[in-house]
């Protein structure tokens, strides 16, 4: 599940760790991917076969500070949150990023204004 993902993230970043490793699951990696591509990580690689595969993700430090401040669930399994393209606002007045769940894939809020879809929002990143 995306969310234990994103915890432990979270949780490395504030114990300063370089690198993280989670259970693989091919939403985390599309995910995953996402974050690497937006810069607020430097790499993510699939390692292991079959029962133990892994994500091994690098975190991304400008010097000592985090590129990742802080993040924020949003959709929840127990209440989703689905947003139109209309209906996007900018995460911290730009300063962060929202990620939704389109059917083009996982994508932040800028580029599903770009390409006029919406879906489920899963988390703010700044």
């Known amino acids: 599940m995306y969310i234990n ?67 924020r669930i949003v959709s929840k399994p127990s209440q989703r949150i689905y947003k139109g393209y209309r209906d996007i606002r900018l995460s911290k007045q730009g300063y962060g990023n929202y990620f939704l769940t389109t059917p083009k894939g996982v994508m932040t809020e800028r580029e599903a204004k770009k390409q006029k879809v919406g879906g489920e929002l899963l988390f703010e990143i700044w």
């Open 5 to 71: 993902m994103l915890t432990r993230i979270k949780n490395a970043i504030l114990a300063g760790k370089k690198r993280v490793k989670v259970p693989y699951a091919q939403f985390d990696m599309e995910i995953v991917d996402a974050l690497v591509k937006s810069g607020y990580i430097a790499s993510a690689e699939k390692k292991g076969r079959s029962i133990k595969k892994i994500i091994d993700i690098e975190l991304k430090y400008e010097g000592e500070v985090p590129a990742i401040s802080d993040l």
